[in-house]
């Protein structure tokens, strides 16, 4: 046993009430902690396992909370081990089945969908006849300005579907029957930890079939530069953020086409200095390799994004409904930005407010400005020869979209919009 337990870097809590009791949720993306629910008490003690405190210390915590009855080091030790047996803490126990999960990840060619039977119907049919009525239900957003088959690129959701149906609606309507060959889907990496970006050569499989990797392009991204981009594509296994985008692709687009799928870590982890300056001093080489392969014919760009997380779920003392006017000046502010194809003013008003409303999508957007900026300047015509041709047009911006939802039962709350760009 640890002399000084440390709970896993990996799990994530959410408050929850179940009539008028009070727990919290712990959340696994490995799946070694199935769907727990903790008491407020346990939970408070599970806080204390930080790689800080001895078993005595910990003894001297239940002895203060129990109001001064004397907690044995026995009974502490068999908390820990109960701990331990459930994957909660980071020992020798997990990291060998964590090792196990990614070894036998890394072996697929193929990433099977992960939310499928979950987030949305496991039959083939079922599924598209919910995408059928979310498109069919769509139009409650603004009405679009523009042509809808010169689209070149999207902002949609990854908020849960059955919470975001009107948005996607608003967003995949615009694609509807439309013909691109490649789709580079950018999406939020919720469990990258150690770099700007993770990729995979794997295919991704849905109940609506498989859809290829465009494996050349993304040998080329990783060519790039190792120092920004992560060594596996473990990331990849349980995210949804862009499996979310690739059912609507998939009965949408008329015709097959590959993808290109890319997750984006916290920008604000890596950068000492936290600019568009210091962003592009680092990855600079893979936002203008993604910026070719953005330039070829019949090419969307998708990120999957959400904006504001608010309330005392995502690390707030108060209520979402304190801050949330505040939040949403917040997201207008980067969707202003967004629009106006204005990459200072989007990093300014992060570094701003300092990222306090919790932006989830906002390295996945910064990395779709700058390809949109570059392929509103100009067009790679020969990449390896750097052959630019002009553009006469310019990439615009336009809002489909805006909501924040609610979760009354943690006081808590999530923004996120929809954006066409055209072109």
Not at 283 to 288: H, Q
Request: charged residues 25%; hydrophobic residues 40%; aromatic residues 10%.
């Amino acid at each position: 046993m640890e002399d000084k337990p440390r709970l896993r870097p990996d799990l994530e809590f959410f408050p929850v009430e179940q009539g008028d009791q009070k727990f919290v949720f712990v959340r696994d993306h490995l799946g070694l902690v199935k769907g727990r629910l903790m008491p407020i008490p346990v939970f408070q003690f599970m806080l204390q396992l930080n790689g800080n405190n001895t078993i005595r210390d910990l003894q001297a915590f239940l002895t203060r909370k129990t109001g001064g009855v004397l907690v044995g080091k026995e009974e502490v030790q068999n908390m820990i081990k109960q701990f331990d047996s459930m994957f909660l803490l980071d020992t020798d126990r997990y990291r060998g089945e964590k090792k196990r999960i990614e070894q036998e990840f890394s072996q697929q060619s193929i990433r099977p969908c992960s939310h499928c039977g979950k987030s949305y119907p496991d039959d083939p049919e079922k599924l598209k006849d919910m995408i059928n009525e979310i498109i069919e239900s769509a139009g409650n957003g603004r009405e679009s300005n523009g042509d809808d088959n010169n689209i070149r690129a999207l902002i949609a959701p990854h908020i849960d579907i059955s919470i975001g149906a009107r948005v996607y609606g608003d967003v995949y309507k615009r694609i509807k029957g439309l013909n691109y060959s490649q789709v580079i889907i950018i999406g939020v990496g919720h469990q990258i930890a150690d770099n700007f970006f993770c990729l995979t050569e794997k295919d991704f499989e849905t109940p609506l079939g498989k859809v290829k990797t465009n494996k050349r392009a993304v040998r080329m991204l990783q060519r790039s530069g190792s120092n920004f981009i992560s060594s596996t594509d473990f990331a990849h296994k349980e995210e949804h953020s862009i499996e979310f985008q690739l059912i609507f692709l998939q009965h949408l687009i008329k015709g097959e086409f590959t993808i290109i799928p890319i997750l984006c870590g916290p920008a604000k982890l890596f950068l000492e200095d936290y600019s568009r300056k210091a962003y592009l001093s680092r990855v600079r080489p893979f936002i203008e390799i993604l910026s070719g392969l953005f330039s070829e014919k019949k090419t969307l760009l998708v990120a999957g994004v959400d904006l504001s997380h608010i309330g005392p779920k995502f690390g707030h003392d108060s209520p979402a409904s304190y801050i949330e006017a505040q939040a949403k000046r917040h997201d207008q502010a980067l969707i202003e930005a967004l629009l106006k194809m204005q990459p200072e003013a989007f990093w300014d008003e992060s570094r701003r407010v300092e990222d306090r409303f919790n932006v989830c999508g906002f390295s996945a957007m910064a990395c779709l400005l700058e390809v949109l900026l570059r392929s509103s300047a100009g067009r790679v015509l020969d990449y390896n020869a750097c052959v630019i041709e002009m553009l006469e047009k310019t990439i615009k911006g336009e809002l489909l979209n805006y909501h924040m939802w609610h979760e009354s039962s943690t006081g808590s709350a999530v923004s996120f919009c929809g954006i066409k760009f055209s072109g």
